[in-house]
């Protein structure tokens, strides 16, 4: 077991216990995007410290492209990984008492203007956005 951080040597970042896997540059990827969204939702909200850590399918989408260079991978293969994140743990779905007063406050939490579509789903980040943080038990493997 290893922090967070980067890792001398060929290595990969596994969540214990779980197949999802993130080599040292793609966990760099993550930290980078993760942390731009977080700055962007307190720029858009005004409320950092309610809004800094929930996110929507669309914010989840641009993290996946942050790490995988582009939309090569389908939609039901980013499903799978958010469904990973969603499993160990790092991000869960916002408790519904809170939902509605997030919907009110912040524009790009609602229904699309005028589609009569579904809000999209909200999801907190669970880590405490510590750069050099462990989330959900990450270990470090030594590749070849």
């Given at each position: 077991?290893?922090p967070?951080?980067?890792v001398?040597?060929p290595?990969?970042?596994?969540a214990?216990?779980?197949g999802?896997?993130?080599?040292?540059r793609?966990?760099a990827?993550?930290?980078q995007?993760?942390e731009?969204?977080r700055?962007?939702?307190?720029?858009?909200?005004?409320?950092?410290?309610?809004?800094?850590d929930v996110f929507t399918?669309d914010?989840?989408l641009?993290v996946?492209?942050?790490?995988?260079?582009?939309p090569?991978?389908?939609?039901?293969?980013f499903?799978?990984?958010?469904?990973?994140?969603?499993?160990?743990?790092l991000?869960?779905?916002v408790?519904?008492r809170?939902v509605?007063a997030?919907?009110?406050?912040v524009p790009?939490?609602?229904?699309?203007?005028g589609?009569?579509?579904?809000?999209?789903e909200l999801?907190r980040?669970?880590?405490?956005?510590g750069?050099?943080?462990?989330?959900?038990?990450?270990?470090?493997?030594?590749?070849?």
């Open positions: 077991t290893a967070a951080g980067d001398s040597g290595g990969a970042w596994s214990a216990g779980r999802l896997r993130l080599e040292a793609d966990s990827a993550l930290r995007a993760t731009r969204l700055q962007d939702a307190r720029q858009v909200g005004g409320a950092a410290a309610l809004l800094g399918g914010d989840l641009r996946h492209v942050a790490l995988h260079g582009g090569e991978g389908s939609d039901r293969t499903r799978r990984r958010i469904q990973e994140l969603r499993d160990s743990g991000l869960r779905p408790p519904d809170e509605a997030l919907r009110a406050r790009r939490f609602r229904s699309p203007a589609t009569g579509g579904r809000p999209p999801f980040y669970a880590g405490t956005g750069e050099n943080e462990q989330l959900v038990s990450l270990r470090a493997r030594r590749g070849g």
